[in-house]
C-alpha cells in the first residue's frame, strides 16, 4: 500500500456534464449495444455476433475509449486507473506470450487489445460521477433506459425480443423474453445485476427510481426462463449479506465456496467417484449437458497445461478439431467451456489462471476486508460486493471472464476496481463546485 495524498479536483458543471455523458454512453455501449434485437432466424441463430456490425461496433469502441482515456488522464485519480497495474501488466504480458506462441497468434492478439481497452475503460468508469450520489442518479438512469428498451422490444418487436419456435439452433426457448439481447441467459444475467444496481439506487435516495428498477428487472427475469440466474438473485443477496455481517465467512465464501463448487461440478465430468457422489444427492451431474465440454477441455489441458491454446483461440478453432479427433463428442462443435476457471486454464495455461485468480479473487477479498477500515459509503461498497459474488459464481458454468462484448465482464470488471478504490481511497462528495478526493497511491 502507498502513500495518501490530498488533492483539490475541479467539479466544473462542464467537466460533470462531459463525464456524465460518457458514463451514460459506455453503459449503454454494453447494456444496449450497436445491434439491439438481433434476428436469431438467420445467421444470428448459429452465431449471435454474425449479425452485429464490425466496423461500426469497433468504431464506437474506440470513440468511447478515446473519450474515457482522455477523461481519466485529465483527473487527479488517474493514477488509480488499471491498479494493480503490475499486476495486470503482467497477466496480459503473459496472454500475449502464450498467444504468439499459440496456432493463431492474429486472432488471440486482436482480441487481447480489445480485452485491455475494456479493462481500461472499466477502471475509468467510476471515475466519471463526481460522487456516490451522482453515481446512484447516473447508475438510476441509464438502468431505466437499457430497462426500457427490454420492455420496448418485448412489446413492440416481439418477434425480435422474445425468443420463436422459428429459430434453428434454440427452438426450445419459444416464449422466452431476451429483449435487446442475443439469448434469454445473456438477459436473465442482466436483469439480476439490475436489481443489484436498483437496490443502490434505492439506497442513494433515489427511492422511487429504485423500486422501479428492482420491480421492473425482477418481471423481466421471471419470463427469461434463466433458471441458474433466477436462483442466483435471492442466493447472491443472501450470501453478501452473511458475507458483511460474519466476516469470518468471507474466506469459505469467497474461495472455499467456488473451490467446491468447481471441484464438485467440473470434477463429476472426470472422476466417477465424485459424479457417484452428486447423481446420489438427486443433482444432475450433468450440469445442463456440460460435463462432455468439461471433460473435452480437460483432455486438450493435459496436453498443454502450461501455455494453453492462446487467449481465446481454443474452441471454434481448427486447433479444438485436432485436440478432439480420438473423441466422438459433440463437444467439439461448443462456443466455450461454459466455465471461466476452466476455459482460463484452457487457453492461457497454469500461469494464466493464477495471475487470473490473483487479480479477480484473492485481491477483492481483500479489498473489502481493507474497505470495512475505512469511511467510504457501506452501500457502495456492498453494491461491488455483490456483483462481484455473482460474478465469481456465474463463472463456475459460464465463461464470462474476459468476454469483452459481455456487460456481465463489464460490471465485473468495474467492481473489482470499485473495491480496489473503497479500499484505498475516501471519496468525499464535494459541497460546492469545487471538492476534495483523497486519493490512494498504489
Known amino acids: 500500500m502507498g502513500t495518501i495524498e490530498t488533492r483539490t479536483a475541479p467539479t466544473t458543471t462542464a467537466a460533470g456534464g462531459v463525464g456524465a455523458l460518457l458514463f451514460v454512453a459506455i453503459f449503454l455501449f454494453f447494456w ?36 474515457l482515456i482522455g477523461y481519466g488522464l485529465s483527473s487527479p485519480m488517474r493514477r488509480t486507473i488499471m491498479q494493480p497495474r503490475a499486476l495486470i501488466v503482467l497477466l496480459f504480458a503473459w496472454f500475449i506470450l502464450v498467444s504468439a506462441l499459440s496456432a493463431h497468434p492474429d486472432i488471440a492478439l486482436k482480441r487481447i487489445v480489445l480485452a485491455i481497452l475494456v479493462c481500461v475503460n472499466a477502471s475509468i468508469f467510476l471515475l466519471l460521477p463526481q460522487s456516490d450520489r451522482h453515481f446512484g442518479k447516473l447508475l438510476g438512469l441509464a438502468t431505466l433506459i437499457m430497462l426500457g428498451f427490454a420492455y420496448f422490444g418485448v412489446i413492440a418487436l416481439p418477434t425480435r425480443a422474445i425468443h420463436q419456435a422459428s429459430e434453428i439452433r434454440e427452438p426450445m426457448n419459444a416464449g422466452f423474453w431476451r429483449g435487446q439481447f442475443p439469448h434469454k441467459n445473456v438477459a436473465a444475467a442482466v436483469m439480476v445485476m439490475a436489481v443489484f444496481f436498483g437496490l443502490f439506487v434505492h439506497s442513494a435516495g433515489q427511492r422511487l427510481a429504485g423500486i422501479a428498477i428492482i420491480v421492473l428487472s425482477v418481471v423481466f427475469l421471471l419470463h427469461t426462463g434463466g433458471k441458474t440466474s433466477t436462483a442466483a438473485l435471492p442466493g447472491v443477496l443472501i450470501l453478501a449479506w452473511i458475507f458483511e455481517r460474519w466476516k469470518w465467512t468471507r474466506a469459505l465464501i469467497g474461495i472455499g465456496g467456488i473451490a467446491v463448487f468447481n471441484i464438485l461440478a467440473v470434477g463429476s465430468a472426470v472422476f466417477e467417484p465424485i459424479r457417484s457422489l452428486i447423481t446420489a444427492a438427486g443433482i444432475d451431474a450433468t450440469f445442463t449437458n456440460r460435463t462432455d465440454i468439461w471433460r473435452f477441455a480437460f483432455s486438450a489441458i493435459a496436453q498443454k497445461p502450461f501455455t494453453g491454446y492462446g487467449f481465446q483461440s481454443f474452441w471454434q478453432t481448427e486447433e479444438l478439431v485436432y485436440s478432439g479427433g480420438k473423441l466422438e463428442t459433440w463437444a467439439v462443435a461448443a462456443y466455450n467451456g461454459h466455465n471461466g476457471y476452466l476455459d482460463t486454464l484452457l487457453t492461457t495455461g497454469i500461469p494464466g489462471l493464477v495471475l487470473t485468480l490473483i487479480w479477480l479473487l484473492f485481491l477483492p477479498l481483500r479489498d473489502i476486508g481493507r474497505a470495512d477500515a475505512t469511511s467510504n459509503n457501506s452501500a457502495l461498497t456492498r453494491l461491488f460486493v455483490r456483483i462481484w459474488l455473482y460474478g465469481i459464481y456465474t463463472a463456475c458454468v459460464e465463461s464470462m471472464f474476459f468476454q469483452s462484448g459481455s456487460p456481465l465482464w463489464f460490471a465485473f470488471l468495474f467492481a473489482v476496481f470499485g473495491l480496489r478504490l473503497q479500499a484505498n481511497a475516501n471519496i468525499v462528495s464535494p459541497p460546492s463546485s469545487q471538492g476534495k478526493l483523497t486519493v490512494a497511491h498504489a
Open 32 to 67: 444496449i449495444t450497436t445491434t439491439p434485437y438481433v434476428d436469431l432466424t438467420g445467421d444470428a441463430s448459429v452465431d449471435p455476433s454474425a449479425g452485429n456490425s464490425n466496423l461500426v461496433n469497433q468504431l464506437v469502441t474506440l470513440v468511447l475509449s478515446a473519450g
